[in-house]
């Protein structure tokens, strides 16, 4: 599974940006998958994760109702709407998918990853 991340940008506070994870090489219909972000000098930290139906979601607390993950199977794509942007969102984000039926934050679970694409949220 090839997975590419895109969509992010250079936003003011209050803003909205709106991630896309195209799959390719392999549907990814029966992955779980998530968006992950890191700093320089941190860790990657979970941000959301979606089941392989899309029925099922988790968020860290810190986006809780300003992001919403989603996933169109028909078209090998999953999404990260992200509103009301603060500036320490800022960070690169990353798509992953893991062959783990249910949804995991754990990193070590998800066994593909994407490029990741910048996102800054200016003040």
């Known amino acids: 599974v090839q997975l590419q991340a895109s969509g992010g940008g250079l936003v003011q506070a209050g803003d909205s940006l709106r991630l896309s994870c195209a799959a390719s090489?392999?549907?990814?219909?029966?992955?779980?998958m998530g968006w992950f972000r890191q700093d320089p000098g941190k860790e990657r930290e979970f941000v959301a994760a979606?089941?392989?139906?899309?029925?099922?979601?988790s968020y860290v607390d810190s986006v809780k109702g300003r992001f919403t993950i989603s996933r169109d199977n028909a078209k090998n794509t999953m999404y990260l709407q992200m509103n009301s942007l603060k500036p320490e969102d800022t960070a690169v984000y990353y798509c992953?998918?893991?062959?783990?039926?249910?949804?995991?934050?754990?990193?070590?679970?998800?066994?593909?990853w994407g490029q990741g694409t910048q996102v800054t949220v200016s003040s």
């Open positions: 090489g392999r549907t990814v219909s029966r992955y779980s």
């Open positions: 992953a998918a893991s062959s783990v039926v249910r949804i995991t934050a754990a990193r070590s679970m998800y066994g593909y």
């Open positions: 979606i089941s392989s139906g899309g029925g099922t979601t």
